[in-house]
């Protein structure tokens, strides 16, 4: 499975992007899906992740209630709608494929990568 983000950019504080992650191979559909994020200088950390069906999804707390992860099977794709958007927000985000179709926050079940997708958040 081949990954690649799109829909990153500038916006200002309070604004919204919709990540987009569109794969290639087979059985997307057995894949849990997650998105990621790494700061300059920070960790990577999981922030959203979804079910193989996307009937499951988790939310860390620094995006709950801003953020909604979903997918489209039939399209092999992988979404994140980011509102509220905050400074803090800003990173290269990063879809992920988990094949064992666990998923969860965590980046260790996950072995495929997108390349990743800026996000700058600024006034």
């Known amino acids: 499975l081949q990954l690649v983000e799109s829909g990153g950019g500038l916006v200002q504080p309070g604004g919204s992007l919709r990540l987009t992650c569109r794969a290639s191979?087979?059985?997307?559909?057995?894949?849990?899906l997650a998105w990621f994020r790494q700061a300059p200088g920070k960790e990577r950390e999981g922030i959203s992740s979804?079910?193989?069906?996307?009937?499951?999804?988790k939310y860390d707390d620094a995006v709950k209630g801003r953020f909604t992860i979903s997918r489209d099977n039939s399209k092999n794709t992988l979404y994140l709608q980011m509102n509220s958007l905050k400074p803090e927000d800003s990173a290269v985000y990063y879809c992920?494929?988990?094949?064992?179709?666990?998923?969860?926050?965590?980046?260790?079940?996950?072995?495929?990568w997108g390349q990743g997708t800026q996000v700058t958040v600024s006034s």
């Open positions: 979804i079910s193989t069906t996307g009937v499951n999804t």
């Open positions: 191979g087979s059985n997307f559909y057995d894949y849990a």
């Open positions: 992920a494929a988990d094949g064992a179709g666990l998923g969860g926050l965590g980046p260790g079940g996950y072995t495929e």
